[in-house]
């Protein structure tokens, strides 16, 4: 069964930075896509941007100079770059994967800022 596992999460300062991996149990290049979502507590779950298969990088508008989704298909890893972060951005990030139709998500990793 294909695993995706987040990590890179912790507490910051707003102002600063983290980069979030999600590593897959597989090839990368065998999902259709991978896409970064958040949950802050009581909202909705978010799309933060994706990683189409061809590579092209599509971010919600409201996240766009500020993170970045990028991967390494040698690594099979998938990373959000996450830049001058705010206390709005506090959450748990989830990496989401497209493996043929089936949809797997990985269990989250905790991102809290601070003022």
């Known amino acids: 069964q294909v695993q995706l596992v987040e990590s890179g999460g912790g507490l910051v300062q707003a102002g600063g930075s983290l980069r979030l991996s999600c590593a897959a149990s597989?090839?990368?290049?065998?999902?259709?896509?991978m896409a970064w979502y958040r949950q802050a507590p009581g909202n909705a779950r978010e799309w933060v941007g994706s990683?189409?298969?061809?590579?092209?990088?599509y971010m919600a508008d409201s996240k766009k100079g500020r993170f970045t989704c990028s991967r390494d298909t040698a690594k099979n890893t998938m990373y959000l770059q996450m830049d001058s972060l705010k206390p709005d951005d506090t959450a748990v990030y989830y990496c989401?994967?497209?493996?043929?139709?089936?949809?797997?998500w990985g269990q989250g990793t905790q991102v809290t800022v601070s003022s």
């Open positions: 597989e090839s990368i290049l065998s999902f259709n896509s």
């Open positions: 989401k994967a497209d493996h043929w139709g089936n949809i797997l």
């Open positions: 990683i189409e298969r061809s590579g092209s990088v």
